[in-house]
């Protein structure tokens, strides 16, 4: 959480750079460009791949009714997988970020995640391996794919274009490797807790077995390729950018089934959107889901691609998907893991209802004024007018922005204050007893 606080603050400091109101002027190593490094890393692997993380370390061990391989190996991970996230912000605030979207921790700091990731994958996926279950369910399956994925995809983007590939094909495997930490790394996992977390929480299977399988095996056919769609317009060969374009719209076709699937199982059981505040997490985050992919199977056209690129459109589309859906369904596995964790129920429910309501309207209100800005500012330079004249077409967007940033901000000052709240009230015989009833599943 300290991650994504700091993530937070310093998407909120960028923020405020479109306003001329930068907080932290004049100070060359917390200048915007640095800033928002911080910003977008910490989201993703200081805040996902932490919290990603934990969810595996509650679900592996209960899918395969197996121990990880070491408790003391896991706990070197983690104090392991912090100092790599406190120096990769280090790094990039005194300039020694790398110049690759996604790819910018430290050279001296790359080694370190590589050798973090092969020990972490050995303690998770021993227990996948030993387990002596009947067939795998299908989130062990995602995560299996996560762990194969992810070394490669990381070390593809942080050492490929830096050092053996550089120019065009430089840049065609930067694309990659942007598109790719998103669906072979995050999407992966983000589904395989799905799968496990909202079947035991509404008490019932997974509507469909065999869709779930389709969903996968579309995930591990078509999205390795969409990557080079970042690049559309760009000296990267036509049939590359045909071959991404056609390869995103694809996976939309797969992504039905999955939300299908999902909506499936909830049927009989919609009193729980109402009633279970991790559900509704999961499934508004489904729901931006499904938004997202949609968007995307038009965005990627190069009809579209002549107004939205570079523009606003794209900010608004990479909020919806790292915060919309991982970030929300990270909020539902806190709130139903924090409790188990600290031995205590929620101290105040009423503030996580705040919370949700808060970052719902503070997100979307960001991704509605952020599309449009896009829209403003992509007409704006198709009709050739003066670059200054779409400046001061976007200041009203961006004032919106900062104010939807403070809303989701808010929200997040209430959720850290409950949990803090959770964990300090006195354990008592009834407090450990409502634990415990929840601790049975």
């Not at 002596?132 to 490929?160: I, P």
């Not at 499904?290 to 589309?317: N, Y």
């Not at 139903?336 to 129920?345: I, Q």
């Amino acid at each position: 959480m300290a991650f994504f606080a700091t993530s937070l603050l310093g998407g909120l400091a960028y923020a405020m750079q479109f306003n001329n109101l930068y907080p932290l002027s004049g100070i060359e190593w917390l200048s915007p460009g640095r800033v928002r490094m911080v910003h977008t890393n910490m989201a993703a692997y200081g805040f996902i791949a932490n919290a990603f993380i934990g969810g595996m370390l509650f679900a592996i061990p209960r899918l395969t009714r197996q121990p990880i391989l070491s408790d003391r190996l896991g706990w070197v991970i983690f104090g392991a997988w912090q100092l790599f996230m406190t120096l990769t912000i280090g790094g990039q605030l005194l300039g020694y970020g790398q110049g690759i979207e996604w790819g910018e921790t430290p050279m001296f700091v790359d080694p370190l995640i590589i050798v973090g990731l092969v020990l972490l994958v050995t303690n998770l996926a021993t227990p996948i391996l030993r387990t002596q279950e009947q067939g795998l369910y299908v989130s062990l399956w995602y995560f299996l794919a996560a762990f194969a994925w992810t070394g490669l995809v990381y070390f593809m983007g942080n050492y490929l274009p830096q050092f053996w590939v550089p120019g065009t094909a430089g840049a065609a495997i930067t694309g990659l490797f942007i598109h790719d930490l998103v669906g072979l790394f995050v999407t992966p996992i983000g589904w395989g807790l799905m799968y496990f977390f909202v079947p035991l929480l509404l008490r019932k299977p997974i509507w469909s077995h065999a869709l779930s399988l389709i969903g996968f095996w579309g995930l591990a056919f078509f999205y390795p390729m969409q990557g080079v769609h970042h690049f559309l317009y760009s000296p990267i060969p036509m049939y590359a950018q045909y071959g991404a374009v056609v390869a995103t719209i694809a996976v939309e076709i797969v992504v039905i089934t999955v939300i299908v699937n999902f909506f499936g199982t909830l049927h009989g059981r919609a009193d729980a959107i109402r009633g279970n505040l991790a559900i509704r997490w999961f499934y508004t985050g489904m729901i931006m889901y499904a938004l997202t992919c949609f968007q995307c199977a038009f965005q990627v056209t190069l009809t579209f691609q002549k107004i939205i690129h570079f523009t606003d459109w794209v900010v608004a589309h990479a909020h919806m998907v790292m915060f919309g859906v991982f970030g929300f369904w990270i909020m539902g596995l806190i709130i139903e893991l924090w409790p188990r964790a600290v031995g205590r129920p929620w101290a105040t429910p009423q503030l996580l209802t705040l919370h949700y309501w808060f970052t719902l309207i503070g997100l979307v209100l960001m991704v509605i004024d952020l599309t449009a800005a896009g829209l403003v500012q992509g007409f704006s330079w198709a009709a050739l007018s003066h670059w200054g004249e779409s400046v001061v077409a976007s200041m009203p967007f961006w004032w919106v922005r900062s104010v939807a940033g403070l809303l989701i901000i808010a929200g997040q000052g209430l959720f850290f204050y409950a949990m803090w709240a959770t964990a300090r009230q006195p354990s008592t015989l009834a407090t450990r007893a409502a634990v415990a009833v929840a601790q049975r599943v």
